[in-house]
């Protein structure tokens, strides 16, 4: 049985999407574990005025390559940025490029994706579809390749509760689609873009499907091999625990809880949502990358439990800067509570807020953030209030097929051995540290903050019972005689336990 970095040894490999988040961690991990791989062939855009040589450069710089440049200070050797546009004809590569990846690339990781889940159905359908039918074409064209791996998502079936490893048929015939859309102007596919997704909750799982289905076409062509984590979070354990680079599906969810913004989310209240680390999903896509060159396998990821209260108290003891209340997230199922809380825990205190911008002539901005935080949490609820069932014999199968070495240490994909609180108490500590640039050594200060906070809130809620005493107590005989009767019954109750317990003494 060989090992999984055995395989990569003098192979070239070629990844799209390697400057997003779980780009960077399997360039990361190659690199790092299996140091006899021969290139990276990374297909790169330029962006926001940085030519695509700058952009690999700064990635990395980054902290996350730390481990790799104390190994081999000259680990850059091994990356060759292609120019590429995935929405352009022939990804925008250049002939020369294209003849020399044609010549020599052994294993494909498709990465490259649009996941925002508002993406207007056009471009989510030329990226996520078309581009991976055009990166499949340039694989035809490689004489001596090995594996063609797909990060697709565990929601690409979201449609259905019980999910198998197969590929279903997609909900329109690719080809069709994408004629049709050619003649459209944009107005008319917003239009009828709720008619196509049907049952699915958004563009991105409705392309993610139909990228499947097109990877599948080529399944008597290609050695194919299909990947679908399902909502994928900071690291585990490598290259060091809390790894996080982006506010996407919980992260962002977790920052805004941390600032006290986010007070209520409708989600399952037992497990909320199917997590699983960044570190294991590209370990999983490596094992899998390796069986494929033999075999082929449509591997799940296996989920694990997210329990809000780890959050809140992780944030309670590492807290965020300048909060603006303190952590205390509501999370239920039902409507009518959580339209409640919206409004008495994020919509009146936004307007307090703005209300004491406008009287000290600031610009009042609370009430937008607000706006902006419940798009976001509506885009998500779809996903944090239901439950699936997920079929995965094939990561069980692939976990027996790895060298005891690679299974329980280098490349191991078995989160039943991940402690959950401390998971999630590292995650949070990533957010700040990584997402938010804050520095650890200011938590004695944000501690004091949430100390102030809380006092504010205690001197709040007695000026409220006193002003509601004046206003409806003091004023009418009828509440104060009921007041009175509730005041000398609580007096009764304590009366009576002081006599308990002094008999019991
Ligand atoms: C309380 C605790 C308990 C919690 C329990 C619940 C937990 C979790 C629940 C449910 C998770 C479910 C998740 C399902 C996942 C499915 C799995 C997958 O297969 S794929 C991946 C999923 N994809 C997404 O997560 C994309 C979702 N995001 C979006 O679609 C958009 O971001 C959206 C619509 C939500 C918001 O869009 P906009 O246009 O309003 O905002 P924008 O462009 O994202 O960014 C806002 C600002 O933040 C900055 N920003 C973004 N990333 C940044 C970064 N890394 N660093 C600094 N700034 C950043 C941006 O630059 C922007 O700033 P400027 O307004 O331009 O100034
Ligand atoms: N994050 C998650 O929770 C999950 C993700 N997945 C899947 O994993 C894969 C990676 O996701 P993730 O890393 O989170 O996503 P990111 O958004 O972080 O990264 C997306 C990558 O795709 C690249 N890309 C986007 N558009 C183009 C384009 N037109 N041409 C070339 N490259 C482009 C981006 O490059 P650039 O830097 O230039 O924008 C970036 O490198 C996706 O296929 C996604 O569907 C599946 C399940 C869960």
Known sequence: MTSV????????????????????????????????????????????????????DDMIKCKLFDRVREDDAHFHRKIVPISSELTEPGLAISPEDADKLAACVNIVFHCAATIRFDEPLKHAVQLNVIGTQQLLGLARRMRHLEAF??????YANCNRKHIDEVIYPPPVEPRKLIESLEWMDDRIVQDITPRLIGNRP????????LAEYVVQQEQDKLNIGIIRPSIVGASWQEPFPGWIDNFNGPSGVFIAAGKGILRTMRANNDAVADLIPVDVVINLTLAAGWYTAVHKLVPRCPPGPLQKHHVMSSFKR??????????????????????YWILVSHKFPALLYDLVLRLTGQKPQ???????????????????????????????????????????????????QLNWPEYIEN???????????????????????????????????????????????????????????????????????????????
Not at 149 to 154: C, D, Q, R, V
Not at 202 to 209: D, L
Not at 318 to 333: D, K
Request: hydrophobic residues 40%; charged residues 20%.
């Open 5 to 56: 970095a055995d395989y990569y040894a003098g192979k070239n490999v070629l990844i799209t999407g390697a400057t997003g988040f779980m780009g960077k961690v399997l360039v990361e991990k190659l690199l790092r574990c299996c140091p006899q791989v021969r290139a990276l062939f990374l297909l790169v855009r330029p962006k926001a005025g940085q030519s695509m040589q700058q952009r690999v």
């Open 318 to 339: 590492n807290p965020l800067e300048q909060a603006f209340r303190r952590p205390n997230a509501n999370i239920t199922s039902n409507y009518l509570i959580y339209q």
């Open 366 to 416: 609370m009430m937008r953030i607000f706006n902006r935080l419940h798009k976001a949490i509506s885009l998500l609820e779809y996903f944090s209030s239901q439950d699936w069932e997920w079929n995965s014999e094939n990561v069980n199968m692939l976990m027996a097929q790895l060298s005891p070495e690679d299974r329980k240490v280098t490349f191991n994909f078995d989160v039943r």
């Open 149 to 154: 791996i797909h990060i697709s998502t565990a």
């Open 202 to 209: 958004n563009t991105y799982t409705y392309t993610k499907a």
């Open 427 to 505: 995650y949070c500590i990533g957010t700040k540290k990584y997402v938010l640039n804050e520095d650890m050594s200011d938590i004695p200060a944000a501690r004091q903050h949430l100390r102030k906070l809380r006092n504010i809130r205690y001197t709040f809620n007695t000026v409220l019972v006193v002003f509601i005493w004046r206003v409806f107590i003091a004023r009418s005989q009828m509440a104060r005689n009921i007041w009175y009767f509730v005041v000398s019954l609580c007096f009764k109750f304590l009366s009576y336990f002081r006599a308990s317990s002094t008999l019991t003494n």
